[in-house]
T-cell receptor
Framework: GDSVTQMEGPVTLSEEAFLTINCTYT??????LFWYVQYPGEGLQLLLK?????DKGSNKGFEATYRKETTSFHLEKGSVQVSDSAVYFC?????????????FGRGTSLIVHP | DVKVTQSSRYLVKRTGEKVFLECVQD?????MFWYRQDPGLGLRLIYF???????EKGDIPEGYSVSREKKERFSLILESASTNQTSMYLC?????????????FGDGTRLSIL
C-alpha cells in the first residue's frame, strides 16, 4: 500500500537558518502531495500542496516541489522564525478502490531558537 | 473557511466506560475521518465515512465504533474504554471521496482513561 517516510526529528535550528525536511513516498498512480503543520495544542492545518509532477506548492515562505522521478516532496524555507516551531506532516492522497485515501508520515518536530 | 469542531478539548474517563467523541463540520463535506495521534507514531486512521450511514475501517478500528446519522456529524465511540486508548483524537473532513482535496482538522480531544 501507500506509504510516506519523513525525516525523524526533532530538527533544531537558530532563527534565520535554512530549513529542509525530507519526505519520500511510495504510491501507485498519481497521488496528490501535501504538507500539514500542527502548532502546539492545535489540530493539523494545510500548509501547501501539489497535485502533479513538477508542481511547486508554496505558502508563508515554505516551498515543496513534487518530484516524481525521486518520489520526493521535500519541504524548504529560506529563513525560519521562532513562530515556525511546530510539527510538520507530509501526506499523500492516493486512489484506492475508487476513492481517495489519505496517508500521513509520522511528523517532524521543528524547534527554532532565537 | 471550513470549521471542524470537536465537542471536548480534554476528557477524563474511567476504564470500562462507554465514551462518545463528537465531531461536527459546517461545509457540507462528504468525507469525515477519525484519527488517533500518539508520540512517535504519527496519525493513525481509526474509521472514516464517505456518506451518511456509511463507514469504513481504517488501520486500527479495534475497540472503536462510529456513527454518522447526519452528514455534518461523525461520532467516535469507545465501547468499553481501556487505558491503552489514552491518546489525542483528531477529527477531519474533506470535500468528496472522488477528489484529492486536502483535509480540514479539528483541534483535537485529549482523552485520558484512568
Amino acid at each position: 500500500g501507500d506509504s510516506v517516510t519523513q525525516m525523524e526529528g526533532p530538527v533544531t535550528l537558530s532563527e534565520e537558518a535554512f530549513l529542509t525536511i525530507n519526505c519520500t513516498y511510495t504510491a501507485t498512480g498519481y497521488p496528490s502531495l501535501f504538507w500539514y503543520v500542527q502548532y502546539p495544542g492545535e489540530g493539523l492545518q494545510l500548509l501547501l500542496k501539489a497535485t502533479k509532477a513538477d508542481d511547486k506548492g508554496s505558502n508563508k515562505g515554505f516551498e515543496a516541489t513534487y518530484r516524481k522521478e525521486t518520489t520526493s516532496f521535500h519541504l524548504e524555507k529560506g529563513s525560519v522564525q521562532v513562530s515556525d516551531s511546530a510539527v510538520y506532516f507530509c501526506a499523500l492522497s492516493g486512489l484506492s478502490g475508487g476513492s481517495y485515501i489519505p496517508t500521513f508520515g509520522r511528523g517532524t518536530s521543528l524547534i527554532v531558537h532565537p | 473557511d471550513v470549521k471542524v469542531t470537536q465537542s471536548s478539548r480534554y476528557l477524563v474517563k474511567r476504564t470500562g466506560e462507554k465514551v462518545f467523541l463528537e465531531c461536527v463540520q459546517d461545509m457540507d463535506h462528504e468525507n469525515m475521518f477519525w484519527y488517533r495521534q500518539d508520540p512517535g507514531l504519527g496519525l493513525r486512521l481509526i474509521y472514516f465515512s464517505y456518506d451518511v450511514k456509511m463507514k469504513e475501517k481504517g488501520d486500527i478500528p479495534e475497540g472503536y465504533s462510529v456513527s454518522r446519522e447526519k452528514k455534518e456529524r461523525f461520532s467516535l465511540i469507545l465501547e468499553s474504554a481501556s487505558t491503552n486508548q489514552t491518546s489525542m483524537y483528531l477529527c477531519a473532513s474533506s470535500l468528496t471521496a472522488h477528489s484529492n482535496q486536502p483535509q480540514h482538522f479539528g483541534d483535537g480531544t485529549r482523552l485520558s482513561i484512568l
